[in-house]
């Protein structure tokens, strides 16, 4: 059962422009979000991570959005750059669990 | 991420081969996963383990077993390759920090299995 659904599976976006991630969760009892990115050739590394009592964090060019009433949060990077070309991961878990990973989005950002 | 090393970085194999992936990390962490990632797909759990005398099956633990032989080695076998378990594997070590769990992933090993 896949609790953590994330689209797109892909994404092309010009650089400059807004890339934006989403996933929907399951689990009401989640209250930890965070957001890992991979390079080609690389293992998944955390990027930014976001708790249930606000709405929005911000590091640098990417923010994470969350919505509690919809079960969803996503991941906005402003100003796409061909550097941040990679495979992006939502995940979630609660106190002293395991992170349960959305399938995946692979992000091109085009010169 | 150098604390978290997996060898063999790369292996081809035959079919019907054992073979072992091997994992090792100074982060000091309990918790140790195998993972394997296909081509344009995600992350699934082979196995995991919260400490040495733990052992737990992911949701494709089948054709696979695993070894905890310390707090920092975690090896993966495949007692019998088959060709589609021709995949990108990660270890990974996590730690519960304030907010949650924060896993930290070895480069991973590609393996082609003929």
């Known amino acids: 059962q896949q609790q953590v659904k994330q689209s797109p599976q892909s994404l092309i976006v010009q650089k400059g422009g807004i890339s934006i991630i989403n996933c929907a969760y399951e689990?009401?009892?989640?209250?930890?979000f965070p957001w890992y990115q991979q390079f080609p050739g690389k293992g998944p590394a955390l990027l930014i991570a976001?708790?249930?009592?606000?709405s929005e964090k911000k590091e640098g060019r990417f923010t994470i959005s969350f919505n509690k009433s919809a079960k969803q949060f996503s991941l906005h990077i402003m100003d796409s750059q061909p550097g941040d070309s990679a495979t992006y991961f939502c995940?979630?878990?609660?106190?002293?669990?395991?992170?349960?990973f959305g399938g995946g989005t692979r992000l091109m950002v085009k010169p | 991420d150098a604390d978290v090393t997996q060898t063999p970085r790369n292996r081809i194999t035959k079919t019907g081969k054992r073979i072992m992936l091997e994992c090792s990390q100074t982060?000091?962490?309990?918790?140790m996963y195998w993972y394997r990632q296909d081509p344009g797909l995600g992350l699934r759990l082979i196995y995991y383990?919260?400490?040495?005398?733990?052992?737990n099956k992911g949701e494709i633990s089948d054709g696979y077993s695993v070894s905890r032989q310390a707090q920092a080695k975690f090896s993966l076998s495949l007692e019998s390759a088959i060709p589609n378990q021709t995949a990108l594997y990660f270890c990974?070590?996590?730690?519960?920090?304030?907010?949650?769990?924060?896993?930290?992933f070895g480069p991973g090993t590609r393996l082609l299995v003929l």
């Open positions: 689990n009401t009892a989640f209250d930890y």
């Open positions: 976001i708790r249930p009592d606000v």
């Open positions: 383990s919260f400490d040495v005398k733990d052992i």
């Open positions: 990974a070590t996590s730690d519960l920090g304030a907010g949650g769990e924060t896993q930290y």
């Open positions: 982060k000091g962490h309990d918790r």
């Open positions: 995940a979630a878990t609660n106190a002293g669990n395991m992170l349960t």
